[in-house]
């Protein structure tokens, strides 16, 4: 089976920077979609970035300007970087894959991938 792997986060002050990853095994499209979500308690999931087989890349709005993700597709490794972090980017953060490529429209919408990693933690807090 297809599987996630999570890891990078943790605790930083609000304007500090973390550096997430995700390493995938099992998933061998070579065509394919993989994003990065976060949900906090008491909110509903939101999209945050993603990527394409092509390079291709979307962000939500609420991290433009602060947010790269990237892959390494000799290791199989998602990541996402963070910069100039706010108490509000605390949430729990999936990487996700799907085979295939999406539109905007359906880029950062989470019922359109299967595969999900267990996810990490981001706490920003002073």
């Known amino acids: 089976a297809v599987r996630l792997v999570e890891s990078g986060g943790g605790s930083v002050q609000p304007g500090g920077s973390l550096r997430l990853s995700c390493v995938g095994s099992?998933?061998?499209?070579?065509?394919?979609?993989m994003a990065w979500f976060r949900q906090a308690p008491g909110k509903e999931r939101e999209g945050v970035a993603y990527?394409?087989?092509?390079?291709?890349?979307i962000y939500a709005d609420s991290v433009k300007g602060r947010a790269t993700i990237s892959q390494n597709n000799g290791k199989n490794t998602l990541n996402l970087q963070m910069n100039s972090l706010k108490p509000e980017d605390t949430a729990m953060y999936y990487c996700?894959?799907?085979?295939?490529?999406?539109?905007?429209?359906?880029?950062?919408?989470?019922?359109?991938?299967?595969?999900w990693g267990q996810g990490t933690q981001v706490t920003v807090s002073s």
């Open positions: 099992r998933f061998s499209a070579r065509v394919y979609s």
């Open positions: 996700a894959a799907e085979p295939g490529i999406y539109s905007s429209t359906w880029s950062l919408a989470g019922e359109k991938y299967r595969y």
């Open positions: 990527i394409n087989s092509f390079g291709g890349t």
